[in-house]
């Protein structure tokens, strides 16, 4: 079984930061692209954030400057810095990633989703 585990999230006021992390574990052969995404009220789902396994990352135009993603592929964990963070960042921030349980088999996974609240 493989799970995505994410934390980090919580309460903070506008300009504060927040670090998050999604761990995924289980039986992983390795894990591919991580990316972190959040539904605003009324919108679709969007991207926030995402990684390859090589290191390679992209951001939605919202959030550039003040979103950092990392992973660490030793740990098969992903992180996001959340710097001079927004009112409108609140929602609640889901991770998933490519993850092979065996060469050549690849499954998307979802993690559960953290809490990101930003006060005025």
């Known amino acids: 079984q493989v799970d995505l585990v994410e934390s980090g999230g919580g309460l903070v006021q506008a300009g504060g930061s927040l670090r998050l992390s999604c761990a995924a574990t289980g039986n992983i052969h390795s894990v591919n692209d991580m990316g972190w995404y959040r539904q605003p009220p009324g919108k679709q789902r969007e991207l926030v954030a995402s990684i390859t396994s090589g290191g390679d990352t ?63």
């Open 58 to 120: 992209d951001y939605a135009e919202s959030v550039k400057g003040r979103f950092t993603v990392s992973r660490d592929n030793a740990k098969n964990t992903m992180y996001l810095q959340m710097n001079s963070l927004k009112v409108e960042d609140t929602d609640v921030y889901h991770c998933a990633a490519e993850i092979q349980l065996r060469p050549g088999v690849l499954t998307d996974y979802w993690g559960q989703g953290t809490q990101v609240t930003v006060s005025s």
